[in-house]
C-alpha cells in the first residue's frame, strides 16, 4: 500500500517530481502546468524498469488538483492500480 503521509507534500511537488514503488507498480507524481492551471499528474506502469525506460504507450496518468486534497486523491487512486 502506498502512503505517502510524512514523505513529501506539494512544497516538495512545486521543486521536484516524486517517484516511488509498490511491488510491481512504479509511479511518478508531479506538477504540470499548462491552460487550466497547475495540476499534479498521478502517471504509474507495471514493470521492472524506470519511467524513461517504460514506453509512453503502458503508462497510465490521471491529473488532480495541484493541492493536499488532489494530493489524497492521487494516493488512493494509485492503491487502486496496485496488481
Known amino acids: 500500500m502506498i502512503d ?4 513529501m ?8 517530481r ?5 511491488g510491481g507498480l512504479r509511479f511518478v507524481l508531479e506538477k ?5 492551471g497547475d ?3 498521478a502517471v504509474c506502469w507495471h514493470g521492472l524498469y524506470c519511467s524513461d525506460a517504460t514506453p509512453e504507450e503502458e ?3 490521471e491529473y488532480f488538483s ?6 489524497a486523491k492521487a494516493q488512493e487512486w494509485l ?4 496488481e
Do not use: H, V
Open 18 to 22: 516524486f517517484t516511488g514503488s509498490d
Open 39 to 41: 495540476r499534479l499528474a
Open 32 to 36: 504540470r502546468s499548462g491552460e487550466e
Open 59 to 61: 503508462k497510465t496518468t
Open 9 to 16: 507534500g506539494i512544497p516538495f511537488l512545486k521543486k521536484s
Open 79 to 82: 492503491n487502486t492500480q496496485i
Open 66 to 71: 495541484f493541492d493536499a486534497e488532489g494530493l
Open 4 to 7: 505517502l503521509k510524512g514523505t
